[in-house]
């Protein structure tokens, strides 16, 4: 058996700022809402930070899942069709079309979420199958299609659970500054990759970017025998 190592080491939106304003008559003051100019330009200014914060997360997804043999390319702005990245997975020479969606959230990503990317997985694995003339006779799901949804936070421990219910191969993965640090694949993804194997990395502080404790961050590789 041989091994093919790959080469890998709450977004709430603010309330409506108040100020304290003192009134024309003495010791009474009353609050008021800033006008709706400033409040717009406040809420473009919060908007256009959320967008650098995502657009960033996605690149570091990108380039994170590239040292695993994924070739992948941002999709991003209007008819995105609830997806932030796409491309190719070449694995002992075979090819699978992946999709993904980012998440940057303070707080733990849970079912629905997984729910919702499972809902735009459908979209996209559903191909025509044509007669000989040419002419639609239905929709079929493309099963090559791998889903991998990133998080910068954890999962829920329901999650699992949840993402083994669904027909179409996904992939759950926390990726931060410091690589990837969970890798899981539902039962119809463990099925299509059954020669992807997952390793796990202890990272000391001297390697880690953050101040924090030693980390395991995830290795993969394919094997066949």
């Known amino acids: ?121 459908k979209r996209f694995a559903e191909v025509p199958l044509l007669d000989a003339g040419g002419q639609q006779l239905q929709l079929q799901q493309q099963r090559t299609l791998i889903g991998i949804m990133a998080s910068h936070s954890r999962f829920m421990d329901s999650v699992q659970v949840e993402m083994d219910s669904f027909d179409l191969p996904m992939i759950m993965c926390q990726i931060t500054d410091n690589g990837i640090h969970s890798f899981m694949l539902n039962k119809a993804a463990r099925q299509l990759l059954p020669f992807l194997r997952v390793a796990i990395r202890r990272v000391t502080k001297s390697e880690s970017s953050s101040s924090s404790s030693d980390q395991s961050t995830i290795e993969l590789y394919s094997h066949h025998e």
Do not use: H
């Open 1 to 121: 058996m041989t091994k093919a190592w790959f080469s890998a080491g709450d977004d709430d939106i603010a309330p409506p700022t108040i100020v304290a304003v003192v009134d024309q008559q003495p010791n009474e003051v009353q609050l008021e809402v800033m006008d709706d100019v400033d409040v717009e330009e406040e809420e473009e200014v919060q908007s256009l930070s959320n967008v650098k914060v995502g657009t960033d997360y996605e690149l570091l997804t990108i380039e994170t899942l590239s040292k695993y043999g994924l070739s992948l390319k941002r999709v991003g702005g209007a008819g995105d069709k609830g997806i932030d990245f796409r491309g190719e997975w070449m694995i002992n020479s075979n090819k699978y079309s992946v999709i993904g969606q980012c998440k940057k959230v303070k707080r733990k990503t849970g079912p629905s979420v997984l729910r919702e990317f499972e809902s735009t997985m």
